[in-house]
């Protein structure tokens, strides 16, 4: 009698690797690279080889904090002088950051901060991401060195703080721990605001849990907007705006007057804004109208938390886009939605589709920025406007079929 091939025993699946590790090894040699040229070359030059150009000293953005903390102890009002921060950079930041700092630090003190929130943003972003591929790992990794999280940490800003914020809250809500979960993300609106926009993920919510806690995490949300109403019209004034390391519906604007004028052309920035900041509203109403009454994208077994990050992470940049300016460093948001356009994109059709779009526009958004190629910078220009429309669809299409009859049913 032939004796039957036995076949050979598949891999555990708990023994299948996790591309988590790849990640931290990408970011550790980066991190090697990086010290390892310093002490040959200046360590602007080799931020400019990331595609990053930088404030020295390093950490410059957690200079303004104390700075104005210190400012409010003499009496001085830092919303409209900031004298004590190297730059004179005026206060931008909601007055409660004005009492968690209020002296000036040594430059040892600000390398522990920054490494801090380096860490903590880091662990709490792989904790959300849970296991990996290996192919995905790769995919995270190169994300996780890119230019818009360099600029990030070469300049601590604290969006770091704010990213990890986000990832430990979204971790609770996974693990089933709703009220500390939305309690975290709430408590990261109140530190910068704009935050406020990841409180979509309350949809993620079955109908009647939804209608018992959804005006609760939205109350608080807006009791923050109430509490800083007499500092919004400051805060917006004194955020700086440009196009450089930057992107919003008014960027190209900046572009337009930085290079037509060399042309012989003369152009109304601020009008120009206008008129991009309204065709960055049509887009979005355009997104939300094409959308409304199709099928969710996602299969109604998904794993919810996946679309959290996807949630969170395209609000942001939606909201942040029709704004009008940001800095590059707030795109590091967009890393919270990879577990859904990964899901999206491995799934079936029409899904499969907007995953892999999604995929590549948020690969070419933390790609170089185009600052020495001009070419470059309009494929990037075109690029992050493709990026709002279609977060704005997906926002739309992974919301489950009855989202809006929750609050409407007694």
Known sequence: ????????????????????????????????????????????????????????????????????????????????????????????????????????????????????????????????????????????????????VLLAAQRANTDLLIFGLLAVGLTLLRRGTGWAGYAVLVAAGWLKLYPLAALVVVLREPRERLRRIGPVVLGAGALCFVAYASYLGRLYANTPAGGLHSYGSRVPAFWFDFFLPAYGWSIDRVLLGHIFSALALFLGLLALRSSLGRPPLLQADTDRSALDGLRAGGAIYVFTFLLGVSFDYRLIFLLLGLPALFALAAGPAPGRVWGRIGLGLVLAAMGPNGLFWKPLLVVKEAGSWALFFTLAVLLVRTLPADWSKSFSRA
């Not at 040229?37 to 080889?49: D, G, I, K, Q, Y």
């Not at 004590?84 to 002296?103: A, G, K, L």
């Open 1 to 148: 009698m032939p004796a039957v091939a036995t076949p050979a025993p598949s891999p555990r699946p708990g023994k299948r690797r996790d591309g988590r590790w790849l990640v931290v090894g990408l970011l550790l040699l980066q991190l090697t690279l990086f010290f390892a040229l310093s002490p040959r070359m200046n360590v602007v030059h080799v931020a400019h080889t990331w595609g990053v150009l930088t404030l020295q000293p390093d950490f410059s953005d957690l200079y303004l904090i104390p700075a104005a903390g210190a400012g409010r102890l003499a009496g001085e009002d830092p919303y409209v002088a900031n004298p004590r921060d190297p730059w004179h950079r005026v206060f931008n930041y909601p007055p409660v950051w004005m009492y968690v700092w209020t002296s000036l630090p040594t430059p040892a003190t600000y390398r522990i901060v920054a490494l801090g929130m380096g860490i903590f943003a880091t662990a709490g972003w792989l904790a959300y991401l849970g296991r990996l591929s290996l192919a995905q790992g790769a995919i995270v990794g190169l994300l996780a060195c890119s230019p818009p």
